[in-house]
């Protein structure tokens, strides 16, 4: 870490490209372009652009739930304009996915692979066929809960071995944005763009610029010299929660049916009484409208539908602006029980509707009420303000404080100095509004490592249920300093044995807390539970 200083280089950030098929990894054969394994073997090694020949030896890969790890090469790019490089494995899939044929169990597949390798890596690069790319974007961002680090997905429009392609400018920015800017969320990134995924959807069958976020800005946008993001669009972490995941979606008992004129009331019914049906997604006219039928054929079938206990969602057929039942037609719906999606896309109004049905104790009253609630920032909230006490907005500077915490290129950040000092209620209140515990400073430490060498055992737990873990570089340093102060450092997440502390009881019970992200999680979200810090 001493070279860091002495060249005013940053800590070397880790970066796992999660490789599960699509056009991107494609390779011509008699039959044509089809997908193959070795895309580092074949693609990456041989190119100075994603192999700056340093040869940085093998990073240890979880690749199942049991905590089994593999070494795998790694790779390093050239440096970069923020004068950093990014060292990075590839963990590819036994079995490439078929974007088109890609479901609910491969969702589950990348969300668990995120969740193995969650305190082995700074961030994810998820490449992934581009067809059903957004409803992955948007399905992610639901199953990863109170996530911390970047998870940027991306693909390409043509394969990377064909001679004009964008697989190689959508990976780099992906990468580059991955290991150098703390972006906690589930992200899309396509032709120079990284947009909130569950806001895009896919808008071109071969244009490079295949995909946009109608009712979102991009939350960054890549140049030829640098990436400007915009950090007061970035959501952070609001809560005291370690990282989950829920795998459970149900996606077998949804359905999406487009208005159309002259559709008839007997054909939406049809749908509506589909075995087991629990939840529609109604694609409507302009601000939310539909043909109410004669006499009201229509709404008599959805309001039928809604109390039998099904859940219609209405989203806009618009590719921009929201529902919004100004019109008699869509006050019709309203009335009926129809619920508003706002300004939601169908890819996220339909995996979120999986996402809440399928929660231990759903009803189709909570379900209702949640669909209209912004979880991951896939819905402007506009409709649905929260209360604020005056006292409780943020002064300008202590929003530039935290804003830092993302932001700033070197040195020690506000979560840094909070972290040593011995006031613990700035360190909460940092942790409350928005500053990341896995960023490290110039030297590579972590708030959770300055911590514990600081001997602040409430300041480590504190981060510890925040989610925070020691850095991979952190542990060899730390397992030397557990040596001396055992309880602290084990509390920290050091593995020590039991015969040499004098008081393990808080460090079990925080492991125990923080447990396997992977594990499955039936726990209820709602607005009035996990999701209300969000």
């Known amino acids: ?57 093998d990073l240890e890969v979880a690749v199942d739930g049991s905590g089994q790890r593999v070494a795998h090469r790694t790779l390093r790019t050239p440096l970069s304009s923020y004068n950093t490089r990014v060292r990075y494995a590839v963990l590819e899939f036994d079995e490439l996915l078929d974007s088109s044929s890609i479901d609910a169990r491969g969702w589950a597949q990348i969300a668990r692979a995120v969740a193995w390798n969650y305190t082995l ?29 970047p998870v940027i997905l991306t693909g390409s429009q043509t394969p990377m071995l064909q001679l004009q392609n964008d697989a190689a400018d959508n990976l780099l920015g992906a990468l580059v944005v991955a290991g150098h800017f703390m972006v906690p969320e589930v992200c899309l990134y396509f032709a120079g763009k990284l947009f909130r995924g569950n806001r895009t959807t896919k808008v ?24 400007d993001v ?12 370690h990282f989950r995941i829920r795998t459970n979606l149900d996606t077998t008992h949804v359905a999406c049916l487009r208005i159309f004129p002259g559709i008839q009331p007997e054909m939406v019914d049809a749908v509506l009484r589909l075995e087991g049906l629990r939840g529609l997604v109604l694609e409507t006219f302009g601000a939310g409208n539909a043909p109410s039928g004669q006499d009201n054929r229509m709404t008599k079938v959805l309001a039928d ?42 890819e996220a109004a339909l995996t979120k509707l999986a996402y809440l049905l399928a929660m231990h104790d759903a009803t189709p009253e909570s379900v209702a009420r949640d669909m209209s609630l912004d979880l991951r920032g896939e819905i402007s909230d506009h409709h649905h303000p929260r209360f604020r006490h005056p006292d409780g907005t943020l002064p300008d500077r202590v929003k530039a404080l935290t804003a830092l915490g993302y932001a700033i290129s070197h040195g020690d950040l506000a979560q840094h100095l909070a972290a040593t000092s011995p006031e613990i209620s700035i360190l909460r209140y940092l942790l409350l509004h928005g500053a990341s515990v896995h960023l490290r400073n110039n030297t590579g430490k972590t708030p959770l490592f300055l911590a514990a060498n600081a001997g602040l055992v409430d300041h480590v737990e504190l981060l510890r249920r925040s989610g925070a873990h020691l850095h991979a570089d952190e542990l060899a340093v730390a397992e030397l300093h557990a040596r001396r102060l055992p309880d602290i450092w084990a509390l920290a997440g050091v593995d020590v044995p039991s015969s040499t502390r004098q008081n393990g009881e808080r460090a079990e019970k925080l492991q125990a807390e923080a447990g396997n992200p992977a594990r499955p999680d039936t726990s209820t979200e709602t607005s009035t539970s996990k999701e209300d810090g969000e």
């Open 230 to 241: 915009a950090w007061h669009l970035v959501r952070k972490p609001t809560s005291i929660e």
């Open 1 to 57: 870490m001493d070279k860091l200083k002495e060249y005013g280089l940053r800590p070397e950030s880790r970066v796992l490209i999660i490789m599960t098929g699509g056009t991107i990894c494609m390779r011509p054969s008699p039959s044509g372009f089809v997908p193959a394994r070795g895309f580092r073997e074949a693609v990456l090694e041989p190119s100075p652009t994603f192999n700056d020949g340093s040869k940085p030896g």
């Open 305 to 346: 539908a809604i109390k039998r206990g099904i859940v219609i969602v209405n989203v806009t057929q618009c590719l921009s602006g929201s529902v919004s039942p100004v019109y008699a037609a869509g006050m019709t719906l309203s009335r009926a029980g129809v619920v508003a999606g706002g300004d939601m896309t169908t």
């Open 121 to 149: 890596f700074d961030a994810f690069v998820v490449l992934h066929g581009t067809d059903s790319l957004a409803y992955t974007c948007s399905a992610l961002s639901f199953m990863l809960q109170n996530l911390g680090k």
């Open 204 to 227: 071109a069958a071969s244009d490079f610029a295949a995909f946009a976020s109608p009712n979102a800005p991009p939350l960054a946008t890549t140049s030829s010299t640098k990436t």
